[in-house]
């Protein structure tokens, strides 16, 4: 090989591994023996890496032990918190001089605010704040490990956090006095039935009033085609006259569909329909074992693009609007620019909910992401042939343990409060497996390396890039969320150069999206970039565009209309190629 050749080889961009989970490019006679016993420990810490944390504490342990002048620093830190907090707890009614974050509601009860429970929770937001502190600005100190000992630091202190424990909580008290100890009785029954679901490895039954496809999921429809990846809904019309161009939504396949389509007055999908547009969904199938060797890259080839095909059977002859939410947002987005750069037109518009293209600032879940940490889990993996749905849902709720894990172990087991069941909560209950190589190669390829954004993703050999899309964007961001923050989703806005609308509407991952007309005390923020614009920074974006009041979902039925042509007649289920298999919600939804 000539120089130049080998420089040429060197220089291309790195596509997604194309070899199976299972099989090793260099393979070595006792390497399962290494995976298995490694997977053996996954299981046993919930798929955390015990290296990759351990290494964090030492590399942050070190680099302290070396800053004397760092140290004095968090000691004058240490005595000046003591100080204040012996002057609130001797002057009564003084404003408290420690703050809990706004996400983080366990001492907001008016009891917290007498003695002695208002010294006990002030003493305990102290720590944390003091904590805050020692885990940041360390001279050499790289960001991971320190958001990482922080987050651990914030782990332990939660567990020894005075709302947990009956004679510190105000709430506990009065709850145990109003009910006459009734209330630990029940919450010890519920313990009991809360252990004996896990050990029986069986979902709970839905509530009642909350099941899938009747109450929930209900948005009248048909299944218009099925492969092993997933089933296509056509959703009926709810209007004598559509718009000509389809809409067809992409949902993350960490999670079911019905995200979109919970009750029918907070329905998106039904919603959409009832402003008439013809609405496709796709349903990812819930994987096992046996789909362990499902792809990144099969993800958009059978899965969005063989959808997109199907629409185009059912709707000739006309674009597509496409949406995607989370990492259905993602993967749309390489198909759109694999389909710019091969030339394919299909596409009238992207809308993208919540979805990241670029992961430098994916949020608290990039704790749990580094080299360590993805082969950890991918022995995992490989041995299992996925990740399982609690493994999945315990890396969310340690990011908000506070509320997830904490809040909601006290009102349950010491305050004998069953939760209200909703249509949001039977959803996120009902969660889905991840394939082995698929998550592998999402972790490595878009969070590790961050492929996408860095000009080194290649779809069948050759690099994508985003700033190939020209048909108009519509992307949406939400306040408070902890898995595609905010700024995060903004910056799409760096990659493309088309015309885009960004909206940043309040709430979470999930309530931010799920936010229908008449949702009381819901805002937003919309601003426009025309092709070609200047970029703005998100936080001049965000001191330039004022709040609006309502739903963020008249403003995207409105652009949808404007990139819109005339309104036809609904096409028939299925068009002529694709008869019906079944009413919605369909088979896979029910995959447990």
Same mark, same amino acid.
């Given at each position: 090989?000539?120089?130049?050749?080998?420089?040429?080889?060197?220089?291309?961009?790195? $596509?997604?591994?194309?070899?199976?989970?299972?099989?090793?490019?260099?393979?070595?006679?006792?390497?399962?023996?290494?995976?298995?016993?490694?997977?053996?420990?996954?299981?046993?810490?919930?798929?955390? /890496?015990?290296?990759?944390?351990?290494?964090?504490? $030492?590399?942050?342990?070190?680099?302290?032990?070396?800053?004397?002048?760092?140290?004095?620093?968090?000691?004058?830190?240490?005595?000046? /918190?003591?100080?204040?907090?012996? /002057?609130?707890?001797?002057?009564?009614?003084?404003?408290?001089?420690?703050?809990?974050?706004?996400?983080?509601?366990?001492?907001?009860?008016?009891?917290?605010?007498?003695?002695?429970?208002?010294?006990?929770?002030?003493?305990?937001?102290?720590?944390?704040?003091?904590?805050?502190?020692?885990?940041?600005?360390?001279?050499?100190?790289?960001?991971?490990?320190?958001?990482?000992?922080?987050?651990?630091?914030?782990? $332990?202190?939660?567990?020894?956090?005075?709302?947990?424990?009956?004679?510190?909580?105000?709430?506990? !008290?009065?709850?145990?006095?109003?009910?006459?100890?009734?209330?630990?009785?029940?919450?010890?029954?519920?313990?009991?039935?809360?252990?004996?679901?896990?050990?029986?490895?069986?979902?709970?039954?839905?509530?009642?009033?909350?099941?899938?496809?009747?109450?929930?999921?209900?948005?009248?429809?048909?299944?218009?085609?099925?492969?092993?990846?997933?089933?296509?809904?056509?959703?009926?019309?709810?209007?004598?006259?559509?718009?000509?161009?389809?809409?067809?939504?992409?949902?993350?396949?960490?999670?079911?569909?019905?995200?979109?389509?919970?009750?029918?007055?907070?329905?998106? !999908?039904?919603?959409?329909?009832?402003?008439?547009?013809?609405?496709?969904?796709?349903?990812?199938?819930?994987?096992?074992?046996?789909?362990?060797?499902?792809?990144?890259?099969?993800?958009?080839?059978?899965?969005?693009?063989?959808?997109?095909?199907?629409?185009?059977?059912?709707?000739? =002859?006309?674009?597509?609007?496409?949406?995607?939410?989370?990492?259905?947002?993602?993967?749309?987005? !390489?198909?759109?620019?694999?389909?710019?750069?091969?030339?394919?037109?299909?596409?009238?518009?992207?809308?993208?909910?919540?979805?990241?293209?670029?992961?430098?600032?994916?949020?608290?879940?990039?704790?749990?992401? =580094?080299?360590?940490?993805?082969?950890?889990?991918?022995?995992?993996?490989?041995?299992?042939?996925?990740?399982?749905?609690?493994?999945?849902?315990?890396?969310?709720?340690?990011?908000?343990?506070?509320?997830?894990?904490?809040?909601?172990?006290?009102?349950?087991?010491?305050?004998?409060?069953?939760?209200?069941?909703?249509?949001?909560?039977?959803?996120?209950?009902?969660?889905?497996?991840?394939?082995?190589?698929?998550?592998?190669?999402?972790?490595? /390829?878009?969070?590790?390396?961050?492929?996408?954004?860095?000009?080194?993703?290649?779809?069948?050999?050759?690099?994508?890039?985003?700033?190939?899309?020209?048909?108009?964007?519509?992307?949406?961001?939400?306040?408070?969320?902890?898995?595609?923050?905010?700024?995060?989703?903004?910056?799409?806005?760096?990659?493309?150069?088309?015309?885009?609308?960004?909206?940043?509407? &309040?709430?979470?991952?999930?309530?931010? !999206?799920?936010?229908?007309?008449?949702?009381? &005390?819901?805002?937003?923020?919309?601003?426009?970039?025309?092709? +070609?614009?200047?970029?703005? =920074?998100?936080?001049?974006?965000?001191?330039?565009?004022?709040?609006?009041?309502?739903?963020?979902?008249?403003?995207?039925?409105?652009?949808? +209309?404007?990139?819109?042509? $005339?309104?036809?007649?609904?096409?028939?289920?299925?068009?002529?190629?694709?008869?019906?298999?079944?009413?919605?919600?369909?088979?896979?939804?029910?995959?447990?």
């Amino acid at each position: 090989m000539n120089a130049v050749t080998d420089k040429t080889q060197r220089n291309r961009p790195m $596509a997604i591994p194309a070899a199976p989970i299972n099989e090793n490019p260099n393979p070595h006679p006792h390497r399962n023996i290494d995976r298995t016993l490694r997977a053996g420990l996954a299981k046993l810490t919930g798929g955390i /890496s015990p290296y990759a944390t351990s290494s964090s504490v $030492a590399n942050w342990a070190l680099h302290l032990v070396r800053a004397p002048g760092r140290q004095m620093e968090l000691a004058e830190k240490a005595v000046a /918190s003591s100080a204040k907090l012996w /002057s609130y707890a001797l002057q009564p009614g003084s404003a408290p001089p420690f703050k809990a974050p706004d996400y983080d509601h366990r001492f907001r009860h008016p009891d917290w605010a007498s003695a002695p429970f208002n010294v006990w929770s002030q003493a305990f937001l102290a720590t944390l704040d003091w904590w805050e502190d020692a885990t940041h600005d360390i001279p050499g100190l790289d960001h991971h490990s320190a958001e990482r000992v922080h987050f651990m630091a914030r782990q $332990a202190l939660d567990v020894a956090s005075p709302s947990n424990f009956p004679l510190t909580n105000p709430e506990i !008290i009065a709850r145990l006095k109003s009910t006459n100890g009734q209330a630990l009785m029940d919450g010890a029954a519920m313990m009991f039935a809360d252990i004996v679901e896990i050990a029986s490895h069986e979902p709970p039954p839905a509530p009642e009033g909350f099941k899938v496809g009747h109450d929930i999921a209900c948005t009248p429809g048909k299944v218009i085609y099925r492969n092993e990846l997933f089933e296509l809904i056509q959703y009926a019309p709810q209007t004598e006259k559509v718009q000509a161009e389809p809409v067809l939504i992409v949902p993350a396949w960490i999670m079911k569909y019905y995200i979109l389509d919970l009750s029918p007055q907070n329905s998106l !999908i039904n919603w959409l329909v009832g402003q008439g547009h013809t609405v496709f969904a796709i349903s990812w199938r819930n994987p096992t074992a046996e789909q362990a060797e499902l792809s990144l890259e099969d993800y958009r080839k059978r899965g969005v693009m063989e959808a997109l095909d199907v629409v185009c059977d059912v709707v000739p =002859d006309t674009k597509v609007h496409t949406v995607g939410y989370c990492l259905g947002g993602t993967i749309l987005s !390489i198909a759109a620019a694999t389909m710019a750069r091969d030339g394919d037109e299909r596409l009238a518009t992207i809308t993208l909910l919540a979805a990241q293209t670029d992961f430098t600032e994916a949020g608290e879940i990039l704790l749990f992401v =580094d080299e360590s940490q993805v082969a950890f889990l991918s022995d995992m993996m490989w041995e299992q042939g996925y990740l399982d749905q609690s493994q999945m849902a315990g890396a969310f709720r340690a990011i908000r343990a506070e509320d997830l894990v904490w809040t909601r172990a006290v009102r349950r087991y010491l305050m004998g409060i069953e939760e209200m069941p909703t249509d949001m909560g039977v959803w996120n209950a009902d969660a889905t497996r991840m394939p082995a190589r698929m998550h592998a190669e999402y972790l490595r /390829s878009l969070f590790l390396e961050n492929r996408l954004t860095a000009g080194r993703f290649a779809v069948d050999g050759r690099v994508i890039a985003l700033k190939d899309i020209k048909v108009p964007l519509f992307i949406v961001g939400t306040e408070s969320d902890h898995i595609a923050p905010w700024k995060s989703v903004y910056k799409t806005k760096l990659f493309t150069d088309g015309d885009l609308h960004f909206v940043l509407t &309040k709430g979470g991952h999930n309530g931010g !999206i799920v936010s229908e007309p008449g949702h009381a &005390k819901r805002h937003y923020r919309i601003g426009h970039r025309p092709a +070609g614009a200047r970029y703005m =920074d998100p936080d001049h974006w965000l001191e330039t565009h004022p709040k609006k009041e309502g739903s963020w979902w008249t403003e995207w039925d409105k652009w949808l +209309g404007i990139h819109s042509g $005339a309104q036809v007649a609904p096409p028939k289920p299925g068009g002529t190629k694709h008869p019906s298999l079944g009413a919605a919600p369909g088979s896979y939804v029910m995959q447990r």
